[in-house]
């Protein structure tokens, strides 16, 4: 089993930043790749980005490229969504997802899901 615990969503205005946390444990945590998916309202979760531990490996999204960076503290198995030049579209929960599959990108190759936090792009 792996828990994933989301944290960091919040408000923020256009062109701002946000750094998202996401917090694995188990004792298989060091086994899966951590992804990043997002939800709008009456939209499909949306794949963002992942990273593999102890790697530089990345792989993103088309609509985030160039402005989210994924980083990992390897240590403490957590995952960090840096988000910057956010947009209205942007606006979604997003949620942390631990999976065997690489390159991800898929749901149906998502073990774990965290329950997601709230990110608001608003002025």
């Not at 946000?18 to 917090?23: G, H, K, Q, T, Y």
């Not at 593999?52 to 490996?57: E, F, I, K």
């Amino acid at each position: 089993q792996v828990q994933l615990v989301e944290s960091g969503g919040g408000l923020v205005q256009p062109g701002g930043s946000l750094r998202l946390s996401c917090a694995a444990s188990g004792r298989t945590a060091s086994m899966y790749i951590i992804s990043w998916f997002r939800q709008a309202p009456g939209k499909e979760r949306e794949f963002v980005g992942g990273r593999m531990w102890s790697s530089d490996l990345t792989y993103y999204g088309d609509s985030v490229k160039g402005r989210f960076t994924i980083s990992t503290d390897d240590t403490n198995k957590t995952s960090y969504l840096q988000m910057n030049s956010l947009k209205f579209e942007d606006t979604a929960v997003y949620y942390c997802a631990a999976g065997s599959r690489w390159p991800p990108g898929g749901k149906e190759f998502v073990n774990y899901w965290g329950q997601g936090t709230q990110v608001t792009v608003s002025s």
